[in-house]
């Protein structure tokens, strides 16, 4: 799940700037539980890809 979101910020489909889609809508995309997309955001967060902001959302860097 973080490869593949990796990818997409790689290839430009979320650019630099962009806000991801929230927990719930990448879950059924790629039909896992929300808290496994939870997980992901945070290893690409810790790998410095994405930041979170609390009530606005977890935007590219």
Known sequence: MAKALEERIADGTYPKGSRLPGAVPLSHEFNVA???VAKAVQDLKRRG???ASAGWG???V
Do not use: K
Request: no cysteine; charged share 0%.
């Open 34 to 36: 929300p808290s496994t």
């Open 58 to 60: 977890t935007f590219v």
């Open 49 to 51: 890809l994405v930041t």
